[in-house]
């Protein structure tokens, strides 16, 4: 039985997925309502939210201290599978948020044999919520979640993983999907599997998309809207 069929995964993964649910579902639909109203675009309504960040990254995601913003359960379920596909061992997460993703990728570590998962995030509350969860998962062994903002948090990642990274997911601030994966650029292996979710900034896509930069990469037609981005490095 796959770890993530156990009842005790399963039936906290439903419950955080409805508990996320309850808490972001009114929020979403405010958004949504915003763009149609402005007459904007998803990505409108994104370059907004990047120039915010820019301007000061922890005034803007401490209004989003009691949302999820989490994976949908398809998406966890890609996670799972590319993490169990690619084998890894050692992955990094940047926006861990509740640990909701967090628990499919360490789920498909235990899964693979074993390994490590180092997340960041930077809302404190969060981090505790977040470690609690998978602790109740009876998957914490496998995970270290950092608090604090990821460009200084992850900066050591090659040490304590004690290799190469097998995969990234980049989940937190838009603003810094770019800047995060430069940090962790000259640490992933060849054939590392890079997932931006809700990679909607065009510096990030256009970098990832340019094979020049060593990627393979292309827009996944998962959680209609969200801009998933799956790349591989090739070098």
Known sequence: ???????????????????????????????????????????RWAETLLVEERAGLRPVYQGYAGHFLSVTPGYGEFLYAMARASNAVRIVEFGTSMGVSTVYLAAALRDNGGGRLIGSELEPSKVSRARGHLEAAGLSDLVEIREGDARETLADVRTALGGPIDLLLLDG??????????????????????????AFDPEYQAYVRDPANGYRSRTLAIDEGRGNEFSVRTK
């Not at 838009?174 to 994966?181: G, H, K």
């Open 1 to 43: 039985m796959d770890t993530l069929d156990t009842d005790i995964v399963a039936q906290l993964l439903e419950r955080l997925h409805r508990e996320a649910h309850a808490a972001d579902h009114a929020h979403f639909e405010q958004v949504m309502a915003e763009i149609e109203a402005s007459g904007q675009t998803a990505e």
């Open 173 to 198: 601030a838009f603003s810094l999907y770019l800047p995060v994966l430069k940090l962790l650029e000259p640490h992933l292996r060849p054939g590392a599997v890079v997932l931006g979710e809700n």
